[in-house]
């Protein structure tokens, strides 16, 4: 832990320098080269920081992946690594958890010796804040905590963890500790504001930067790749998409079972499944006994740049999410960047769709949970084209007016502002004594 000691002998920079801008040191779970959810919200984040003049530096945390390299660049990106934890009790259940925080809280601090930042800027899981926030604490840098989803939720999800377990509620207990100590905590949505709130954490403390869309990247287009439509067989119009990952929740085997219904009520409906995940083998499977071989075409992972070429093909966009903590709570990025690229939208009724979508006014609701419900809400989209436009229309204003990546990300301005200013306002008290 040398790297902690010899930064807290200096006097910790309170706020960024005139010779400099404002510099961020995020700390993440992963990053490119893996692709996900999480990882294109950090790449938006990280590109509109920049776009407002600051610098950032980049560490991933030793679930990143098995190698030893202490540094990697990836395209124009340079993500600082920490080699994982080894040993043999780094392996066993629970004792692997406090190993994995103790190798990123020492790579950290070797991080933070070097670059000198003005703010940490920890990535949920907790296994990222505990680490920072000890490190914000030997340096006096103020620590900015953001949740993406708790723990324990995915954990649940991932089958990892039964909810209200033990393990469940000690993972609760720590993100519970690293929200109380954090200088300011941010998160994707009110679904889970509203748990911090219960949580006793002060409503002062918490501000929601949203999920977004580049609509430089992800906007409409009236062409349609005609060797994608015929490689899959696909009638304009009748074309069903879904773009994401592959997991329980996201209730991928209700929208097959939904399908064979579909098919009696408009026979050119095809659907096209983009992604991966745990569940990919399982769906595989059901499509074979469903006989739906030649009307689901499962595509996998496509190349980041190449999605708006798929959704080109698409006409509605599926989310049948089903009902779960983690999916009433948080809010997903793909509805908005089908939004933004002009196709409707059709989702399940969970709480993370609604703070999203207005059922008939920037999109299409369903129960979740029933297969008939999604066959009957997708047959009548599919037959009926009247008020198509006007809906298509509002989910694009709504992306441009509330969802775009600079209106969200400006919002760590006041954030990054306030701990900043009560910091240097900390020290100023204590020089006084």
């Not at 933070?112 to 030997?138: C, E, N, Q, Y």
């Not at 900015?144 to 324990?152: D, G, P, S």
């Not at 996998?300 to 740049?305: E, T």
Request: proline fraction near 5%; glycine fraction near 8%; include cysteine.
């Amino acid at each position: 832990m040398s790297g902690i000691l010899s930064v807290a002998r200096r006097q910790a920079r309170p706020e960024a320098s005139a010779e400099r801008p404002l510099r961020i040191l995020h700390v993440l779970d992963h990053s490119l080269p893996l692709h996900s959810g999480y990882t294109f919200r950090t790449l938006a984040i990280l590109e509109a920081q920049r776009a407002l003049g600051w610098e950032t530096v980049q560490l991933t945390g030793p679930k990143q992946g098995s190698s030893q390299q202490r540094e990697e660049h990836i395209g124009d990106w340079m993500f600082y690594r920490t080699p994982p934890a080894s040993g043999l009790l780094a392996g066993l259940p629970l004792l692997r958890y406090r190993f994995l925080m103790r190798a990123l809280q020492t790579r950290l601090a070797e991080v933070v010796d070097s670059v000198r930042p003005d703010i940490l800027h920890a990535h949920s899981p907790v296994l990222d804040a505990l680490p920072a926030l000890a490190v914000g604490r030997a340096t006096g840098i103020p620590v900015v905590y953001e949740v993406r989803a708790f723990w324990e939720d995915a954990a649940v999800d991932l089958g990892t963890a039964r909810e209200g377990g033990a393990r469940y509620r000690l993972t609760r207990a720590l993100e519970t500790r690293a929200l109380q100590r954090a200088d300011a905590v941010t998160t994707i949505c009110d679904g889970l504001r509203g748990d911090m709130l219960e949580r006793g954490i002060s409503a002062d403390r918490v501000t929601v930067i949203p999920n977004a869309v580049d609509i430089a990247r992800f906007r409409s287009t009236a062409s349609v790749d005609a060797k994608l439509l015929e490689e899959y067989g696909l009638a304009r119009g009748y074309t069903l998409g879904f773009a994401g990952s592959f997991y329980a929740y996201e209730g991928l085997d209700l929208l097959l079972r939904a399908m064979p219904l579909v098919l009696q009520a408009v026979p050119q409906a095809r659907l096209l499944l983009l992604g991966g995940g745990p569940q990919e083998d399982a769906l595989r499977a059901l499509a074979n006994s469903l006989g739906l071989e030649r009307v689901v075409h499962f595509v996998g992972r496509v190349p980041h740049g190449e999605v708006t070429r798929y959704y080109g093909v698409m006409d509605i966009m599926v989310y049948p999410r089903i009902s779960r903590r983690l999916t009433e709570l948080v809010t997903p990025l793909k509805p908005l960047e089908a939004m933004a690229m002009g196709k409707l939208v059709a989702a399940s009724d969970v709480g993370g769709h609604r703070e999203l979508i207005r059922d008939g006014h920037n999109g299409h609701l369903f129960p979740a949970g029933s297969a008939e419900a999604i066959a009957q809400c997708l047959a009548t989209l599919l037959k009926t084209h009247a008020g198509r436009d006007r809906v298509i229309a509002n989910g694009q204003e709504f992306v441009e007016r509330e969802r775009t990546w600079s209106a969200s990300v400006a919002r760590y301005r006041a954030v990054y502002a306030d701990v900043l200013d009560r910091r240097r306002r900390s020290a100023g008290g204590a020089h006084d004594r």
